[in-house]
């Protein structure tokens, strides 16, 4: 039989379901495995300032590319990680988690090695990932190659987070394995007569409805239906909405697509839409709260159709195992063969600019879009950011990054870096606030290392805008020193020169804009440079914020 190391076999493993670079930082337990991915002129090596933008940056990458993977190395390195590996499992992603561990002889010993707590536990920092992982594994000899096989496919399977511990004298331990079949990566088949019963009801619930309509959610964007979804909404041709967590996951260019539809934060005009509304089609729904606009997503259960990757549930009856990926093809199917028509009129917008020479939020996020290519990738930070992007009038083909369920300040620039190592050909634009940058911001080093070409936007208003929203807006805590943002590139190395494998980014605009027409004036120079690294500082007024923001404070306070 041929034999192949437990540490190639880990990295051909990531290359079958697609990953091509790997973000992490070395550590003495993770050094040889890294040799590997160094020597592979396959892959790229991530190269992160810290492990836990390392795990953000496998977070942006996994949504673009499907998975990604992050290296680590043993305690120290693989607890900074966590909180980034969290948001991934919270947010339904498949990133591989590798920490190199010591070697099998001082771990069976209990020796009381660095990076340890010193009492001969080297399964403690396993067990705490467990609890975050959808399948995790601290490999042995004569599991390591069906371990790691397990864990990649099951993470893959249920887009969840994986944890594979990796001790370092496993690493280039040959092993002697038959000729390995491709990984499993099928999801099961429906069960027969159960989805055909769901199928028999949900046309009958459809044929009945008046005023259906289509909410699309974040699940349809994990599990990559995009286009079995696109085929239903043209084939039915319902109103449909987006969740926030499903932005991006309908082309908004469709006659059917209505906007965004979040309870109490949704535009007025949209909550009239949907009230009107007698049969609600869920598609890949997820109830929480940022999501719903605080459980204010008033869907009547009794005239809901919900359509999941795990089951289907139509008026309060569940039909489990009856996953949307092979149903909503057979429902679209099912339909008749002509759209039906709806007259509502044109789509609502957000309130137009208001007059005034600030760069307020009600001017950004409306005259944005005049500058963004299509296929872009919008990122915007956990605050302002994020929630302004709901009705955002994005180009065709546009994805957007946000984090409405785990929540973690900081996140938009690391998943900014991975989403753009992973699409290279589509222009990315980093929307973040002062006081998430500060947080993350070494990872525009990386940006620049990588040579990469995002146009960045700091929205400098003076503080933790959103806390403040929420609580305390005179407190010190919700304050901290300014920095000279604008420099930030010339900080970080733009101009230094550099011997790297992808070379430095080529820059363009670096400087503040305080003003409407100097934004406009910088935009155009911008969109001339595709191919630099552009890095904004848009100063606007303290306490402004988006309305939809504003509206979930509110409810906020109501609860």
């Not at 599991?143 to 001790?167: C, F, Q």
């Not at 900081?410 to 990315?428: E, P």
């Amino acid at each position: 039989m041929p034999a192949i190391t437990i540490g190639q076999h880990l990295i051909n493993r990531l290359k079958e379901v697609g990953i091509d670079t790997i973000f992490g930082v070395p550590g003495d337990f993770n050094m040889p495995l890294l040799d590997i991915i160094e020597e592979d002129k396959e892959l790229t090596w991530g190269n992160n300032a810290n492990e836990l933008n390392a795990s953000y940056a496998a977070d942006g990458y996994a949504r673009i590319r499907g998975a990604g993977a992050v290296v680590t190395t043993f305690g120290v390195g693989e607890l900074s990680a966590v909180n980034g590996l969290a948001g991934a499992y919270s947010e339904m992603l498949p990133v591989i988690h590798i920490v190199g561990t010591p070697n099998t002889k001082s771990q069976a010993s209990g020796a009381m090695l660095h990076h340890s707590l010193g009492d001969g536990n080297f399964d403690v920092f396993h067990q705490m990932s467990a609890m975050i992982s959808c399948a995790s594994s601290h490999l042995k000899k004569n599991n390591a190659i069906t371990e790691i096989d397990r864990v990649i496919s099951t993470a893959v399977r249920s887009k969840r987070t994986g944890y594979i511990g990796l001790p370092i004298d496993l690493i280039h331990y040959e092993v002697n394995v038959p000729e390995l079949p491709p990984l499993s990566l099928e999801i099961p088949k429906n069960p027969v007569q159960t989805q055909e019963l769901a199928l028999k009801v949900c046309l009958e619930a459809i044929s009945k409805a008046k005023h259906p309509v289509i909410v699309v959610d974040g699940c349809v964007l994990r599990h990559h239906a995009e286009k079995i979804t696109e085929d239903f909404i043209k084939r039915s041709g319902f109103p449909t909405y987006v969740a926030p967590m499903g932005k991006g996951a309908v082309d908004e260019t469709l006659p059917q697509y209505r906007g965004c539809y979040s309870g109490c934060v949704s535009l007025d005009a949209i909550n009239e839409e949907i009230e009107k509304a007698d049969l609600f089609i869920e598609i890949g729904s997820i109830k929480s709260d940022f999501n719903t606009g605080n459980f204010s997503y008033a869907l009547d259960p009794t005239k809901t159709i919900t359509l999941h990757s795990f089951a289907t549930i139509v008026f309060c009856a569940e039909y489990q195992k009856v996953s949307m990926l092979e149903f909503l093809p057979l429902l679209t199917a099912a339909l008749p063969k002509e759209p039906r028509v709806f007259n509502l009129g044109p789509r609502h917008q957000p309130l137009a600019i208001q007059e005034g020479t600030e760069i307020t939020h009600n001017y950004l996020w409306n005259k944005v879009p005049e500058f963004i290519d299509e296929n872009a990738i919008i990122c915007g930070e956990t605050g302002t950011s994020e929630f302004a992007t709901l009705n955002l009038n994005g180009p065709k083909g546009a994805s957007y990054i946000t984090q409405f369920l785990w929540g973690s300040i900081g996140f938009s620039v690391g998943a900014a870096l991975g989403a753009a190592i992973a699409d290279r050909k589509r222009r990315l634009y980093l929307f973040v606030g002062d006081g998430s940058f500060q947080l993350t911001a070494q990872e525009i080093s990386v940006m620049l290392h990588h040579g990469l070409t995002p146009v960045v936007f700091l929205l400098n208003n003076d503080g933790y805008t959103i806390e403040k929203l929420i609580h305390g807006p005179d407190m010190a805590y919700n304050n901290f020193q300014m920095w000279n943002y604008n420099k930030a590139l010339d900080f970080f190395g733009a101009h230094l020169e550099r011997n790297t494998k992808a070379g430095c980014s080529k820059v363009g605009f670096e400087g503040k804009v305080s003003t409407r027409a100097e934004f406009e004036a910088v935009m155009k120079d911008i969109q001339a440079q595709p191919d630099k690294m552009h890095f904004v500082e848009l100063v606007m007024p303290r306490m402004d914020a988006p309305r939809e923001l504003v509206r979930l404070v509110e409810k906020s306070e109501n609860r």
